[in-house]
């Protein structure tokens, strides 16, 4: 029992070290990790269940007949502590679906959640009326409902889950913030704030104050950029790989060598965590109009921040 | 102001591991099946919730759009949203200028397919198979047959570069071929499941336990 303890105090130091050097040291995002600056400090009131950090679709593996729609959110849980993070209460997530070349919604599955700890109750919304555009109400019952970390199976044959996951997404994001670095949080001082001015020092390849390949000098490299100081790079490739290899001119940036550094997959190497929304519905509840659709997630709140 | 705000996160983290240590923590694992609870009227139909985020290609707004204007596209329906199509072409162009001698512009291609935002799904579609094993664009480069949407281990990144960087465009005859790939951005050099652990599943809810 003690060296159990022990041990779990280990895994939790662990945890908690690898949690503070990426949030303390490298300010971390992916597909749409902390995606803005109020998202990532959660200074617009909300728990990071605010920041939507990737979006699927696709059939179910064991039903052809039924379609996933899944949404993670709250990025970056350390590892071990899945459970220790919940669903904002205040706030609505929702997938909206249409089924028009316009691409304006015309269904929408929506989820809100009650309490605040682990014994959190999620609701599940399949509205017959949709308003469309950027402000929602939910004026009807939910289909059924969910608690925290379970799965159930509501009207219709619909499967809602709601609660952790492992996150399944894969990027070598500090190769990615040496080349574009303006799309890390970490160099803004808030939403508002351009971060480093086209030629300064710590001007990124991809966009400070708008979007410009003039602005590749002076980024701290962490890879070899010795015969093109300008170069951007991915990381893992053999010694001596040339950008232009393939007897082109490299795009703008030209030709230098590529980064031999260990390539590193930083979700991976954190073993992080999101909390997922999982919902698995018939496909004859969303076909109804037709078998093509669109499909994106939202995340709204009262107050609008 | 903002390292104070990590430092206060970085706190918390630490005192939330401090008071809960691990014994209270869930093993990883699948998630329990419980009866549904019922039903709870919690939200106040008057209330109107404002839109504050916004996803659904990968990685579209983190390459393509300044850091500034990721909380304008945000805040809008992705078939009106006021910056992120212009800022695909200015992007992509400024990585890949149009060359006239060959008669490509990435930028105007790319802004075509990936405006508005949002995930193309057939339902009735194919699964994706051999040299395309994924969901992930499926819809837009089969001209509608393919399922499309994206699977949870697609491997999103490569595809991205490989359109941005590489030669996939000029390899599907969207656009011609114009030498100006780039090897030290085409590939991230990461295998799609570096780890097996955060491969998904066969049963409900398909993603991976947590760890």
Same mark, same amino acid.
């Given at each position: 029992?003690? #060296?159990?303890?022990?041990?779990?105090?280990?895994?939790?130091?662990?945890?908690?070290?690898?949690?503070?050097?990426?949030?303390?040291?490298?300010?971390?995002?992916?597909?749409?990790?902390?995606?803005?600056?109020? &998202?990532?400090?959660?200074?617009?009131?909300?728990?990071?269940?605010?920041?939507? !950090?990737?979006?699927?679709?696709?059939?179910?593996?064991?039903?052809?007949?039924?379609?996933?729609?899944?949404?993670?959110?709250?990025?970056?849980?350390? %590892? /071990?502590?899945?459970?220790?993070?919940?669903?904002?209460?205040?706030?609505?997530?929702? =997938?909206?679906?249409?089924?028009?070349?316009?691409?304006? @919604?015309?269904?929408?599955?929506?989820?809100?959640?009650?309490?605040?700890?682990?014994?959190?109750? %999620?609701? #599940?919304?399949?509205?017959?009326?949709?308003?469309?555009? !950027?402000?929602?109400?939910?004026?009807?019952?939910?289909?059924?409902?969910?608690?925290?970390?379970?799965?159930?199976?509501?009207?219709?044959?619909?499967? =809602?889950?709601?609660?952790?996951?492992?996150?399944?997404?894969?990027?070598? %994001?500090?190769?990615?913030?040496?080349?574009?670095?303006?799309?890390?949080?970490?160099?803004?001082?808030?939403?508002?704030?351009? /971060?480093?001015?086209?030629?300064?020092?710590?001007?990124?390849? #991809?966009?400070?104050?708008?979007?410009?390949?003039?602005?590749?000098?002076?980024? !701290?490299?962490?890879?070899?950029?010795?015969?093109?100081?300008?170069?951007?790079?991915?990381?893992?490739?053999?010694?001596?790989?040339?950008?232009?290899?393939?007897?082109?001119?490299?795009?703008?940036?030209?030709?230098?060598?590529?980064?031999?550094?260990?390539?590193?997959?930083?979700?991976?190497?954190?073993?992080?965590?999101? &909390?997922?929304?999982?919902? @698995?519905?018939?496909?004859? &509840?969303?076909?109804?109009?037709?078998?093509?659709?669109?499909?994106?997630? !939202?995340?709204?709140?009262?107050?609008?921040? | 102001?903002?390292?104070?705000?990590?430092?206060?996160?970085?706190?918390?983290?630490?005192?939330?591991?401090?008071?809960?240590?691990?014994?209270? $923590?869930?093993?990883?694992?699948?998630?329990?099946?419980?009866?549904?609870?019922?039903? $709870?009227?919690?939200?106040?139909?008057?209330?109107?919730?404002?839109?504050?985020?916004?996803?659904?290609?990968?990685?579209?707004?983190?390459?393509?759009?300044?850091?500034?204007?990721?909380?304008?596209?945000?805040?809008?329906?992705?078939?009106?949203?006021?910056?992120?199509?212009?800022?695909?072409?200015?992007?992509?162009?400024?990585?890949?200028?149009?060359?006239?001698?060959?008669?490509?512009?990435?930028?105007?291609?790319?802004?075509?397919?990936?405006?508005?935002?949002?995930?193309?799904?057939?339902?009735?579609?194919?699964?994706?198979?051999?040299?395309?094993?994924?969901?992930?664009?499926?819809?837009?480069?089969?001209?509608?047959?393919?399922?499309?949407?994206?699977?949870?281990?697609?491997?999103?990144?490569?595809?991205?570069?490989?359109?941005?960087?590489?030669?996939?465009?000029?390899?599907?005859?969207? *656009?011609?071929?114009?030498?100006?790939?780039?090897?030290? $951005? *085409?590939? *991230?050099?990461?295998?799609?499941?570096?780890?097996?652990?955060?491969?998904?599943?066969?049963?409900?809810?398909?993603?991976?336990?947590?760890?």
């Amino acid at each position: 029992m003690i #060296l159990k303890r022990m041990l779990g105090t280990v895994t939790a130091i662990v945890a908690v070290t690898t949690a503070v050097v990426l949030y303390t040291v490298h300010p971390v995002k992916s597909s749409d990790h902390q995606d803005t600056y109020d &998202l990532a400090t959660m200074a617009n009131g909300h728990n990071t269940s605010a920041d939507i !950090t990737d979006v699927y679709v696709f059939p179910a593996p064991d039903n052809p007949n039924n379609v996933v729609f899944a949404m993670n959110v709250s990025p970056l849980i350390p %590892l /071990g502590m899945g459970t220790s993070f919940q669903f904002d209460p205040t706030l609505v997530w929702q =997938f909206k679906i249409s089924h028009q070349t316009s691409g304006i @919604e015309d269904q929408t599955i929506m989820m809100t959640a009650a309490g605040t700890g682990p014994s959190q109750v %999620l609701s #599940l919304y399949m509205p017959s009326t949709v308003q469309v555009g !950027t402000v929602t109400n939910v004026t009807t019952a939910p289909i059924g409902t969910t608690t925290y970390n379970s799965s159930a199976t509501l009207a219709n044959g619909v499967q =809602f889950f709601a609660g952790p996951r492992t996150d399944p997404f894969v990027f070598d %994001l500090f190769a990615f913030f040496t080349f574009a670095g303006d799309r890390n949080y970490g160099t803004h001082t808030s939403q508002s704030d351009p /971060g480093p001015a086209p030629g300064s020092p710590n001007a990124p390849a #991809l966009g400070s104050n708008g979007n410009s390949a003039s602005n590749i000098a002076g980024l !701290t490299p962490s890879y070899d950029k010795t015969p093109n100081s300008n170069g951007p790079s991915f990381n893992g490739f053999p010694a001596g790989t040339l950008s232009n290899s393939s007897g082109g001119n490299g795009g703008a940036f030209g030709a230098y060598k590529c980064s031999t550094h260990p390539a590193t997959d930083i979700l991976d190497y954190g073993k992080f965590n999101v &909390l997922s929304y999982v919902v @698995e519905v018939p496909k004859s &509840l969303i076909n109804a109009a037709g078998p093509k659709i669109h499909v994106w997630a !939202t995340v709204s709140s009262a107050t609008g921040d | 102001m903002n390292i104070a705000k990590k430092i206060v996160a970085s706190i918390a983290l630490v005192s939330l591991a401090a008071c809960g240590g691990t014994s209270k $923590l869930t093993p990883a694992g699948a998630p329990t099946a419980t009866p549904a609870p019922t039903p $709870l009227a919690t939200v106040n139909p008057t209330t109107q919730f404002q839109q504050i985020e916004r996803l659904s290609r990968p990685a579209v707004k983190e390459v393509f759009e300044s850091f500034q204007h990721h909380q304008i596209s945000n805040a809008a329906e992705p078939y009106n949203d006021p910056t992120i199509k212009a800022d695909i072409v200015t992007t992509e162009n400024a990585i890949r200028p149009p060359k006239t001698s060959v008669g490509s512009n990435f930028g105007n291609v790319l802004a075509a397919v990936l405006y508005p935002d949002e995930y193309l799904v057939n339902l009735n579609g194919s699964a994706p198979s051999g040299a395309d094993p994924y969901y992930f664009l499926s819809t837009e480069v089969s001209g509608g047959t393919a399922f499309g949407g994206r699977a949870p281990n697609d491997d999103v990144i490569a595809l991205e570069l490989g359109v941005l960087f590489g030669g996939t465009l000029p390899a599907l005859g969207i *656009q011609p071929e114009d030498k100006e790939e780039n090897n030290c $951005l *085409q590939t *991230q050099n990461i295998a799609s499941l570096s780890d097996p652990a955060k491969s998904s599943t066969s049963a409900f809810p398909y993603l991976p336990a947590p760890r």
